[in-house]
């Protein structure tokens, strides 16, 4: 493990989206970043940004005491976690796992039981792509609190904000009721810039008038400019990886048996944009899927 006291090293297992995001910001802060992923293209560019690349995440954990992980699946976590060539593969005490992945509880939970030797935290982000580019994000940190008070320095690196949320697992609570708001508001605002532009409002007018008001929200002050340029790549988050974080919700809230029929009322219009082909594309794109079903002429998508 590396004691470097002058730069510290932090690991990133994931480099999509959002760890591509964190990275720039950690290395910026003043921190040594190195980094896993599967994809050698996404490895580069880490690289090209002042990154150091590792072979696999045992490499990442030989080199840093404390490792972020933003994974696409479950079997990913596990893999990257438990797997021969996993973070638990690496020699050393004293490891600290910040997993930011949106994924059921009982999962994170399996693999915190299995990882032997590490304390894992269990910490959401709140924020898009875009949002993380810029260090707008909050980390919803849950599990230990001391390694929580640990990790401040490096939450403090790739996010505005962080809270202590209480025991494993609130963050991920906290992040389901999170993006059971995200998913209202973004669809309320694709609804609110149809009915704008179908009774003859100019979208751009739209956005600068409603974002300074009462009905705006913050998925319509980030999401806003997508939908009015009817423009959705590259995405800050993906239709088809929201479906995801959906079917997690609506788990979720069936389990505490609470009602959620606004979070409800949203899925169809999702489900349509993944059945038009949208899903690689922002989740902003619901905009163009009303703006489908009320005619709207819209400037060409790209």
């Known amino acids: ?64 005491r404390i490792v972020i992980t933003s994974l696409p699946s479950v079997a990913a ?3 990257v976690v438990l797997g021969p060539q996993g973070l638990t593969a690496a020699s050393g005490e ?4 910040v997993e930011t992945s949106t994924f059921p509880i009982e999962d994170k939970q399996a693999v915190r039981d299995q990882a032997s030797g590490w304390t894992m935290l269990d910490c ?8 993380a580019v810029t260090k707008d ?6 599990g ?18 962080h809270h202590d949320v209480g025991a494993f697992g609130n963050g991920s609570r906290m992040k389901f009721v999170a993006n059971l708001l995200v998913a209202i508001h973004n669809v309320a605002a694709a609804e609110a810039f149809a009915l704008g532009i179908k009774a003859g409002l100019d979208a751009q007018t739209i956005y600068k008038v409603i974002a300074d008001g009462a009905g705006g929200s ?16 590259p995405a800050t988050m993906k239709v088809e990886t929201w479906q995801k974080d959906m079917r997690i919700i609506a788990e979720f809230a069936a389990k505490v048996e609470a ?33 489908d079903m009320a005619r709207i002429d819209l400037p060409a998508s790209s």
């Open 137 to 142: 994000l909050l980390v919803y940190a849950s």
């Open 94 to 97: 004293g490891h600290i796992l």
């Open 259 to 291: 009602p959620t029929p606004l979070f409800h009322a949203t899925a169809p219009i999702y489900n349509i944009a993944m059945a038009q082909g949208r899903g690689a594309q922002d989740t902003a794109a619901v905009f163009a899927v009303l703006a």
């Open 218 to 233: 913050r998925m319509f002050s980030v999401r806003g400019p997508q939908m009015v340029a009817n423009h959705y790549e």
């Open 1 to 64: 493990m590396n004691t470097s006291t002058t730069r510290p090293v932090v690991g990133l297992v994931g480099l999509g989206i959002m760890g591509s995001a964190m990275a720039p910001n950690l290395l910026a802060a003043g921190f040594e970043v190195v980094g896993f992923d599967l994809s050698p293209e996404r490895l580069q560019v880490f690289q090209q940004a002042g990154g150091t690349p590792a072979t696999s995440p045992q490499a990442v954990a030989q080199a840093a």
């Open 144 to 161: 230990d609190p001391q390694a929580i008070q640990t990790c401040g320095p490096v939450f403090n690196g790739f996010a505005k904000a």
């Open 124 to 131: 959401p982000l709140s924020g898009t792509g875009a949002q």
């Open 77 to 79: 976590l596990h893999s």
